[in-house]
């Protein structure tokens, strides 16, 4: 699998640089000698949408400085059911501090170094959250333009809904009326129609009086058993980087896209009084050579929840006192900058099953995958999940407000999976107390970040994810389901003593990787934060972000639907401001 991943590999950089301006190297662009209007920091969402949508204008000269490497031709990203198995070399390879809510353990966070970002190499669920989730950020941000309402059209331009894989009929799974058909982002439901542990859940939800069928979870409200909708089309990853920076893309002569490049610093100019950024101090990774380059207009930072905030606060700009500490010039004291990271904490819970199931043979499914775009490697997670809300005559109500944005936002997503003898589900708290922060270590802007998730410091998340155990038994308590689960393995806040499922939880919770709100939207003129909600920098001119940073909560989602939105948003609103 190695040798042939690096054979396509090469065989599509090779094609790459045929056509358009990639550039592999920092190099390539010295000799190369343009001045660039915008230059976008990072080719993950953010970046690559923002990068794409500024040079469909052919006044605009664009840069886009990433990281990693090119997407294109690597076979694991592609691949939607190989998600879990791409090389780290596609990766930051972060690790976390040491986390005081789980009992001192640091643990891997995956995020995408690669053309596309994360999108290249996350789970690929499309779901939006809740209407309340974007209303929220309209009142947060002052701007009551970032609202469910404002914001849908750009869901739909985003969108291209496709049929499944192997162009099975998916209708009844789920709601025409809420999906686009036109747009960059391809999103199909799955390739397998309903097998046997689907439809059980189906008729649970018939009989269910907590957790009914919801057919559209996208459409604002999305409470209920789902069948999941994914970035994939034709069998393919559709990460940022296919939909936005493929060939069409690419032939634009006023887009440069430049790989293997670090951003490291931005820097201020000497010339303005006011705080004036629009230069961009930038490494190449294979050599360590700096350079800078400068843009006539803005540099936009899409380099996402951890990225965007390592490189404001190696600039100087973040709380004056960090800053210090670690001896960097401070240029703005900006201290919300790095605070404020939430994130979704997840939990794995298992029953005893009276099912087989029969194994993937993965060589004869990668075959299929590469004859006909079909088969089991075409889907990368379960078909269905559910969102459901915490009861609100929960005894946690008694002691804590409810985080959740509004009626229509759920609390916890319980995955639905099955392995023949047992089934297992991850409880995810979509709507955590806790929060972390992301800092810097040295004065070397290649040091890693330090990123505290900050999971479990607030007791209300203890008590919400046992919420959501509770949830999950009840829901595989139903009727339906009689004969079939056999047994609750646990961990059980019911029986085991408070102190020994926090215990529990503490050593086996993770992350789903849906890291927010490092350089959060405020009101124009608010002292906290770090955006205007034109996501421009506070008190900096030439400076805007673009990214998952700049959202204020974590949605009650997983997160790529969310940044893309946003993104596309902001491609009119820096347009629009010039």
């Known amino acids: 699998m190695g040798k042939l991943t690096t054979l396509v590999g090469l065989m599509a950089l090779s094609a790459s640089l045929v056509h358009g301006k990639v550039y592999t190297d920092l190099e390539q662009l010295d000799s190369a000698k343009e001045s660039y209007d915008f230059i976008v920091v990072g080719g993950g969402v953010g970046g690559s949408v923002v990068a794409s949508r500024l040079s469909e204008n052919p006044r605009y000269n664009v ?19 190989m998600f879990f198995g791409i090389n780290r070399t596609y990766t930051w390879g972060h690790v976390t501090t040491p986390q005081v809510g789980l009992n001192d353990r640091s643990m891997p966070y995956t995020q995408g170094r690669v053309l596309g970002g994360s999108s290249s190499v996350n789970g690929m669920m499309y779901t939006r959250g809740s209407s309340d989730d974007f209303d929220l950020w309209g009142k947060v941000s002052g701007d009551r333009s ?53 439809l059980l859940a189906l008729k649970n939800a018939e009989q269910s009086k907590e957790i009914k069928f919801n057919l559209e979870p996208n459409s604002g409200k999305p409470s209920g058993l789902i069948w999941v909708q994914s970035t994939i089309g034709n069998g393919e990853r559709c990460s940022a980087a296919v939909g936005f920076l493929g060939p069409e893309a690419r032939e634009r002569p006023n887009l440069t896209i430049l790989l293997n490049t670090q951003a490291t610093r931005v820097l201020p100019s000497k010339e303005s009084r006011q705080l ?9 990774i294979a050599s360590g050579k700096t350079t800078t380059v400068t843009a006539k207009k803005e540099v936009i930072l899409s380099a996402g929840a951890f990225g965007t905030p390592h490189l404001l606060l190696n600039s100087g700009i973040g709380d004056k006192k960090d800053l210090e500490e670690v001896k960097v010039k401070v240029i703005h004291h900006l201290p919300e900058v790095g605070k404020g990271l939430s994130d979704h904490l997840t939990f794995p819970v298992g029953w005893t099953a009276n099912d087989t199931i029969k194994p ?37 109500f008694k002691e804590h407000r409810d985080p959740a944005s509004g009626p229509n936002a ?79 393995l646990g961990p ?49 001119k030439g400076l805007r972000v673009v990214d998952g940073s700049a959202i204020p909560y974590v949605p009650t989602a997983h997160t790529q639907a969310s940044v893309y939105v946003l993104s596309e948003r902001a491609s009119d609103l820096i347009k629009n401001s010039w």
């Open 360 to 396: 993937v043979d993965y060589p004869a499914a990668l075959e299929q995958w590469q004859t006909n775009r079909t088969g089991p490697l075409t889907e990368a997670v379960g078909h269905q999940v559910m969102f459901a809300r915490i009861p609100p005559n929960a005894p946690l």
């Open 63 to 81: 840069l886009l400085v990433e990281a990693g490497p090119d997407n294109e031709g690597v076979t694991e990203i592609a691949v939607p059911g």
């Open 146 to 198: 970032w609202s469910w309402k404002t914001l849908f059209p750009y869901f739909l331009r985003n969108e291209k809904l496709v049929p499944p894989p192997g162009g099975r009929n998916a209708s009844g799974q789920y709601d025409p009326r809420y999906h686009g058909y036109r747009g960059p982002t391809t999103v199909s439901l799955p390739w397998g129609g309903p097998t046997d542990f689907d």
């Open 276 to 284: 004036d950024i629009r230069t961009l101090e930038i490494a190449s």
């Open 410 to 488: 759920p609390h916890i997503e319980i995955t639905l999976a099955t392995q023949g003898a047992q089934v297992g589900a991850y409880v995810v708290l979509l709507t955590p107390k806790s929060r972390g922060s992301v800092k810097i270590a040295s004065n070397n802007p290649l040091d890693k970040p330090l990123i505290d998730l900050g999971f479990l410091t607030h007791p209300f998340d203890i008590e919400a994810i046992k919420e959501g155990v509770r949830l999950a038994k009840r829901w595989y308590d139903g009727p339906a389901y009689k004969g079939y689960i056999t047994g609750f």
């Open 492 to 540: 059980d806040p019911d029986t085991l003593p408070a102190e020994e499922f926090a215990n529990q939880l503490k050593e086996a919770a993770g992350t789903f990787w849906h890291p927010v709100g490092t350089a959060t939207i405020s009101p124009k003129g608010a002292k906290h934060g770090v955006l205007d909600p034109d996501l421009k920098v506070k008190g900096v």
